[in-house]
């Protein structure tokens, strides 16, 4: 059986690394995988603002949220990062380049949004 990655939020993926990092687990990966994918009560006694995290997110996504905990995850972008990846790409791309990055800058003022590399 072939175990792909599935991507999620970082806010999930980080808070799901503070329990892991915490230390209480010593090296035991197992432990701490079966902690946090099952002992939600335990989660939320010992990592409130983590369990809010990971509970909302597994609340609408559980498939997705346990392929992460047992196959491994990568990060989603923000929406942020998404933008200031594409106003990267088309640094140096002429006139359209230029166009393209200004129609992205004026947008993102209208819409009074601050992407730090971008417009801020």
């Known amino acids: 059986m ?44 010992k990592y409130y603002s983590d369990y809010q995290i990971i509970k909302r997110y597994a609340d609408d996504n559980i498939v997705n949220y346990v392929k992460a905990i047992t196959d491994g995850y990568t990060v989603e972008q923000t929406s942020e990062e998404r933008v200031r990846e594409y106003y990267g790409s088309v640094y140096g791309q002429g006139d359209y380049g230029k166009i393209t990055r200004e129609a992205i800058r004026e947008t993102l003022n209208m819409l009074d949004i601050s992407i730090e590399g971008v417009n801020a």
């Not at 990655?5 to 010593?26: D, Q």
């Open 2 to 45: 072939d175990s792909e990655k599935v991507a999620i939020p970082r806010e999930v993926a980080e808070a799901i690394e503070r329990i892991w990092l915490s230390g209480y687990y010593g090296n035991s990966p197992t432990r701490k995988r079966h902690d946090v994918l099952t002992n939600w009560f335990y989660l939320s006694e």
